[in-house]
């Protein structure tokens, strides 16, 4: 468990912390889902001992937080599906992602909350801004790249458990239309099932063109 001090980031003194992480850079099939996070103006930040990195949480553990995270935060997943990854390239579709759940939830803390956006402040996991900046309206939001955020500042965890825990459903809602694949299982990442799924029955509409030929071309499977 963890107390709010045990976070390494601080909120500078005025300042709301709006957390993005992203899930789904990695694997050969289903979407990008990008995460953006605000704690609700009153909430307790003593009252989230069991959020951490999403990686080092079961399942679980992960879906009774992301209950908890639902309803306590103003937060918005945003999707990039299969044909627009395809279509933009991974960088931008995986910025397209981080671009639309942060500038959702800039505004869902705008109107819901009251919150100034002048007073707002993105923190990004990893080490590059969000391309082109994100904007309420005209007022550009202030950023801040931190390299291993989802450890160190509580609401990229918030952000990190939220996407890792929506893309799973999404990629479990996928297995049932797709049984063969395994995608409950590993998520649509290139493993030695998975690979001997796509050399018996070829891909399916979910699988990034791309990424599965590289895959497969590796392992020595012609499409």
Same mark, same amino acid.
């Given at each position: 468990m963890?107390t709010?001090? !045990? ?11 709006? =957390?993005?992480? /992203?899930?789904?850079? =990695?694997p ?8 953006? *996070? ?6 307790d930040?003593? =009252? ?5 990195? @999403?990686k #080092? %949480? ?11 995270l ?5 937060w @918005?997943?945003a999707?990039?599906e299969v044909p ?7 960088d ?7 671009r639309?759940?942060?500038e ?8 819901? @909350?009251?919150r100034?956006?002048r007073n707002?402040?993105?923190v ?7 391309d082109?900046? *994100?904007?309420? !309206? ?5 950023q801040l790249?931190?390299? #291993?955020?989802? @450890?160190?500042?509580?609401e990229v &965890?918030?952000?990190?458990i939220?996407? #890792? ?8 809602e996928?297995? &049932?239309?797709?049984?063969?694949f395994?995608?409950a ?6 493993? /030695?099932?998975?690979v $001997? $799924? %796509?050399r ?9 063109p ?5 895959v497969l071309?590796?392992?020595g499977v012609t499409p």
């Amino acid at each position: 468990m963890r107390t709010p001090k !045990d976070w390494a980031f601080q909120p500078p003194t005025g300042r709301v912390i709006i =957390g993005v992480d /992203e899930v789904g850079l =990695g694997p050969i099939a289903g979407p990008i889902a990008a995460c953006a *996070v605000v704690l609700k103006p009153g909430t307790d930040r003593m =009252g989230f001992a069991h959020v951490d990195d @999403s990686k #080092k %949480l079961n399942e679980q553990t992960r879906e009774t937080l992301a209950r908890t995270l639902q309803d306590r935060t103003h937060w @918005s997943v945003a999707w990039v599906e299969v044909p627009e990854y395809e279509r933009l390239g991974h960088d931008a579709a995986h910025q397209q992602a981080l671009r639309r759940a942060t500038e959702e939830t800039i505004r869902r803390a705008v109107h819901l @909350s009251g919150r100034d956006p002048r007073n707002l402040l993105v923190v990004v996991d990893g080490n590059r801004h969000i391309d082109g900046g *994100v904007r309420y !309206d005209t007022t550009p939001i202030e950023q801040l790249a931190l390299v #291993k955020a989802d @450890s160190r500042c509580l609401e990229v &965890a918030m952000a990190s458990i939220l996407a #890792k825990h929506l893309r799973d459903r999404r990629m479990i809602e996928l297995d &049932a239309i797709w049984p063969w694949f395994g995608f409950a299982r590993h998520k649509g990442y290139g493993t /030695e099932a998975h690979v $001997a $799924a %796509l050399r018996e029955h070829g891909p399916c509409p979910e699988h990034r063109p791309r990424p599965t030929h590289n895959v497969l071309a590796k392992k020595g499977v012609t499409p």
